[in-house]
């Protein structure tokens, strides 16, 4: 399975979210706590929001420990917003086209989980992205492929219905192969601006998930922090596992959730798939 | 474009292919002479028949100039059939699974040219990928669906007739897409034991196709040529562009034609789509 | 050999300068004009100063034309000093420790050329080496075993003496080692602020070297060029060969050359290496 | 720190050696059970003796693991002769030209272990070196300094008197830089015949080292065991640890001792560092 975190707030060095934290992305690529697997080697990925519109990728089929580029970027680029994976591939191939967060016009995407018996539905679910999305499909995993189906869905104009409609396709498509659970997911997926994160699997069993607590109870509560007394008021982290020990900075997103961050206010709903009779 | 060679006969080292001839594949890969493009760096294969059923398969994205891998590889390993393609991207990524050539069981298969247009054509042409089959992509390149559409039209029972067949389907879906020359190509593909390849185009006028003349003779003409006294009778090169200027060496493929070598024998047919109602 | 760019001026996207001029660098890696080699395919990198004292550095072993992360990171970044290289190497290996280029502390380093016959010289450059430094050498080539020598003659206090005495240095153990012609270079370097560009060699017969016009007079002289209108006053390239065509833009530096641009205005000193009788 | 497996009987195709057993190098290199740190992913080695007098080399700067083309090259390479390493990097950057086993002519050399503090004695250790081997000299590990260093004092004629000297060596300039342990090693050298292989540690408490028992005795003790049917009387392993948990298969080396495997026959003894007032 693989490690995410996703980023809001004011603008901060992608080295101080990767790097710096105790338990970084970085270190949980070598030594992830709470994955299904401790190490997450098979690629890695940093999608950034700078000056333009559309996000910059980083993607690179290295080790995250071991790339001397990332270092590099990461201390000398910042963002307001900030995706960031580390895999560990389910069987597909460890190539650059395979690596999260995916990318759609100004939207970033990654997962942390699969598509069982992906070998069984992939034609299936292939066909049912839309042929005009078809062409831009570049790797071969199943997140790309329920990253295309979301977009088929309406992703740009409803996030949660889209990822919804698209969960309940993937379930359907499953089912009528025989597969009993067909989905396991953590996912976000933001244009930017707003960042949106599930927690669902059809076993209701789900990979962690994690959310930062308020930023300004949290400098009250440790006034020696450094790190949390430069984050601005608004900043947030929604994360596949803590970044740290400190007491009460983590929140568990429940079971069957859509987490809406938007200018430092989270909101939470209720998820679950949604059959749409025809796609599109 | 790129640029590839077949070897079958007795066993060689591969560098005896890739690395030592004055035009050798790898000179190629910096300086081709023929070529739409005199680079051919953007990823490289070869695929040699040892002493398994399977083939083994070298797949680099680094130049094929650069590569220490492939030269330590081609200074050990020998065998009496040899596919090896330098790699000239129209687009796709270049990452190991789009690289040349491709297998499936004991079948390999390499193409120089391109599926025009093939954003617009490449979702007819992946729903016509035998279901079974269609798992196995793993790359994003035409040359691989290409690959698959003659595995699905029965490559392995008869691969003129399976050719013919993809190919036809190409032209006809690219024609309904309004592409004027659907396809260009030289392919090669073999099951380890016989050699076919196809020069073709939709608008008649095909990148070049060239085989070794009969070694025997050749041998008589240059009494003191190395090479030539080592290779075996029934070895046969068969080639995008000649290895070397040697006189009388090399025989030009003509249009519209599939070359078949086997056992130290060439045969030429005449070739030409073959529309079928229904894929298989 | 190898084609590199120096801009210093006001911040621009990196890809301004690597991917959009008509001859760009990128450019230059596959059709390189003035190069002795036209494909300089062994390594790319970029150095760039941004809000850091400290520049950033990119190093990759893919030819600079296929590197999808270099295209992102060249959208994102901007800056006031660019340090670009391409390489075509003369014999040592292709790994991101072999690319330009070099850091130390804030300064850049890097170089087109050779150190003629290195394996034989390279140990009594390596000894004159200051011992402090020495264990900061990570490759293997020439060129950075040339940049730990500048720094041991005092590149950071007082740059044109320090490299001409690297230079005696190396001419008097090559001809030491009966090397007739024992540099051959153009050499760019700068702490942020400053950049002092040389050519020279040891046979006087130089590689190309241009710095970029006046950019008011140009400005003047072409009223439609955007990319003129768009840099500040004091905008320079000091460059291998020209970026482009236009009548004017580009002034050749003569042989034996050290020239310093500093705040938009260029100085042009003559260079010649200078021996000192022991090193440090 | 690293792990590696060294080979001699009768041929086996490399898969057999680093995909098949239980606790294979490349499990290992996943999840090592007595290493240091449990992941090995900085890069992989193998060297095998094939058709020729020199060996193949394949260096990989991807986890072992993903590597597909180790997977394809071990498919079908077979030799009676074969050194593998999987690297955990001690501070050295992460290229093929780091990774073990390194060559020179029919040698080859690995290590698993370091160098203390290795950035201040590198240079005095580096000018020790003979200067005919150093230009032969790529990377910049502590690991083939080291084997230069044995090269240098003889390594070609007498294996033991050669590393005793180096060891001697390492620990006095160590011990000049107030370095108080100044080496950690397993090591193992062969030229394709014999294999010797060095248990040592400055502090008397090295890094584990095996050798498989007798394969004859081991046969009778599991007649079901096909793998055991297979190999032949003569075939030995010397492992950093076990490939699986076969009762008795494996004899741990002591401290301090200089292993010689030769056509079947393990002969122990005793190692400690040899002074030479100077080298060579």
């Known amino acids: 399975m693989c490690r995410w975190l996703a980023y809001s707030g004011s603008p901060v060095l992608l080295e101080d979210l990767l790097f710096k934290p105790e338990n970084s992305l970085v270190m949980q ?10 190490i997450n080697g098979d690629g890695f990925g940093v999608g950034w929001y700078g000056a333009l ?10 080790p995250a420990w071991n790339d001397r580029n990332l270092r590099e970027l990461s201390a000398q680029a910042s963002a ?3 995706f960031a994976h ?31 018996d992906f070998s069984s539905v992939k034609r299936d679910l292939t066909l049912a992205v839309d042929a005009a999305l078809f062409p831009d499909i570049e790797g ?35 089912r009528r192969h025989g597969v009993e659970q067909p989905i396991q997911m953590t996912v976000a997926t933001t244009d930017g601006d707003t960042t949106w994160a599930f927690r669902y699997s059809s076993e209701g069993r789900s ?16 006034p020696d922090n450094d790190v949390l007394q430069e984050l601005s008021d608004d900043a947030r982290l929604v994360v ?14 429940p079971e069957s959730t859509c987490l809406i961050v938007h200018a430092g206010q989270e909101e939470l709903r209720e998820f679950s798939p949604l059959l749409v009779s025809t796609p599109k």
């Not at 519109?53 to 290295?62: L, N």
């Not at 389910?90 to 699969?114: E, I, K, S």
């Not at 596949?240 to 997103?253: F, H, N, R, Y």
């Open 86 to 116: 580390i895999r560990a591939t389910t069987g597909t191939a460890v190539q650059q086209t395979n690596c999260h967060p995916f990318r759609h016009d100004r939207w970033l995407w990654m997962h942390n989980g699969a598509i069982a």
């Open 240 to 253: 596949s596992e803590p970044l740290g020990d400190l007491q009460g900075a983590w929140v568990e997103v």
């Open 207 to 222: 990979r962690s998930l994690f959310h930062s607590a308020d930023i300004s109870t949290l400098r009250l509560q440790y």
């Open 80 to 82: 307001g917003r900030v």
């Open 29 to 38: 690529s070598k030594h992830s706590r709470l994955g299904v697997e401790p």
């Open 53 to 62: 519109e559309t996000p910059g990728i980083y993607h690179s089929i290295e």
């Open 140 to 174: 071969s995993t199943d997140s790309e492929i329920f990253f295309f189906l979301a977009l088929t869905f309406g992703l740009q104009a409803d996030p949660p219905s889209a990822v919804a409609r698209a969960v309940a396709l993937i379930e359907e498509v499953g």
